[in-house]
Each structure stands twice: as C-alpha cells, then as structure tokens.
C-alpha cells in the first residue's frame, strides 16, 4: 500500500471541474507534484511546488493543498484530460519518495 | 529542446541482471539529477531511486536497496540504472526522468520495458 492515498477512479462531465486528491502525513510539510499518464506514454508533469505548471500546460490545471490533503484541479474539464493522474511526494520518513496510488480520470 | 532516450526493451531469465540507459540532451546534464520510475504492467508508478548528476550522491526507494544501483556517466550525458537478482514482478517499464531542485520530474524518458522470464 502506498503512504499517499488517492481515489482510484473520478468521473467530470465535460467542461465541469474536478478536483483530484492525495492524502497522507508527509503532506502536511511537503508539496506534491502531480503527473498526468496517458495509456501507452510515459507520464508528464502538470504541477509541483506550491501551485507551479511547467511551459505548455494549460492553466486550467492548478493545485493546491491543506492539512495533509494535495489536490489537483481541472477548471473545465477537456476530453483530452482524460489520463491516469499520480501524486508524488516525500514519504513519512522524509528521506525518500513516493507516488499515489494514482486516479483514473473519465470525462463524460 | 530537452530529451531523454532509453536503451531499447531487455528479455532477462530469473536471478540475471540489467542495465538500462538514459542519454539526455538540451540542457545542463550536471545541473539536475535524475530519478528512476517503473510501472509495472497495469500498476501504478513505483519510485526507486536518484541519482546527482553533480556529484553522484544517491538515494534508494528502501524495497530496492541492495539490489539496485545507480550511475551517471558525465562525459556522455548519461545515467545508468542497474538492478540485479531479477525476479518476475520486477517485469515493468522503467523510465528515467530528470529531477528538478524541488524533486519535481520535468522530463521523462520514453521508457523501456523489461520482461524477466524463465
């Protein structure tokens, strides 16, 4: 079992907004960074430190976090974010990393 | 523009070992580190590791100490990623993916797909 939890499955409607979590201790002093994974490609970051998008995704992803809860917001939700989303961040010792067990995102 | 290729696909019998590549090209090589991921066949990412590209420090995920090392070949821009005593859930895409200051993975390899069987 993975120390970042997240929900395994999220359905949004087209052009509704969704938010995407992961829990767990470590969260409450580190950030998460946030991937997203398309069948058959290697996964692509869309947010990490405080709310930071690299060049080329589209700002409406944003992130966020409280307590020892990160979330990911899709603001408008596009067929083509349709992916599996992995958080990412310290584990509860600190001294190394790891992911969420990952959420299947479907856009109806 | 930023890239990281892989070394192509491996077949390994149970107890071998393997080593896969990462060339990376468009920036700094000794300004980032790299860290290694695998999936596993319909899984989730799985982190194992990271390596400095700077100075070779390194940090292991703890399930994988022992079995796995990780190296950087400053002089060609590329990283190493050896795991040994195969097993066969150790069957996965292992991607390389350079790391950024706030361990942020900017960029991915394409991934290289490792199938240990008898």
């Known amino acids: 079992s993975s120390e970042l939890t997240q929900d395994p499955a999220v359905s949004v409607a087209l052009g509704q907004t969704v938010r995407i979590t992961c829990q767990g201790d470590?969260?409450?002093?580190?950030?998460a960074s946030w991937y997203q994974q398309k069948p058959g490609q290697a996964p692509v970051l869309v947010i990490y430190?405080?709310?930071n998008r690299p060049s080329g995704i589209p700002d409406r992803f944003s992130g966020s976090s409280s307590g020892n809860t990160a979330s990911l917001t899709i603001t408008g939700a596009q067929a083509e974010d349709e992916a599996d989303y992995y958080c990412?961040?310290?584990?509860?010792?600190?001294?190394?990393?790891?992911f969420g067990g990952g959420t299947k995102l479907t856009v109806l | 523009q930023v890239q990281l290729v892989q070394s192509g696909a491996e077949v390994k019998k149970p107890g071998a070992s393997v080593k896969v590549s990462c060339k990376a090209s468009?920036?700094?090589?000794?300004?980032?580190?790299i860290s290694w991921v695998r999936q596993a066949p319909g899984q989730g990412l799985e982190w194992m590791g990271w390596?400095?590209?700077?100075?070779?420090?390194?940090n292991y995920a703890q399930k994988l100490q022992g079995r796995v090392t990780m190296t950087t070949d400053t002089s060609t821009s590329t990283a190493y990623m050896e795991l040994r005593s195969l097993r066969s859930d150790d069957t996965a895409v292992y991607y390389c993916?350079?790391?950024?200051?706030?361990?942020?993975?900017?960029?991915w390899g394409q991934g290289t797909l490792v199938t240990v069987s008898s």
């Open positions: 993916a350079s790391t950024g200051s706030g361990w942020e993975f900017d960029y």
């Open positions: 468009g920036y700094t090589f000794t300004s980032y580190g």
């Open positions: 390596i400095s590209a700077y100075n070779g420090n390194t």
């Open positions: 470590s969260l409450r002093s580190y950030y």
């Open positions: 430190g405080k709310n």
């Open positions: 990412n961040s310290r584990d509860s010792s600190g001294n190394s990393r790891v």
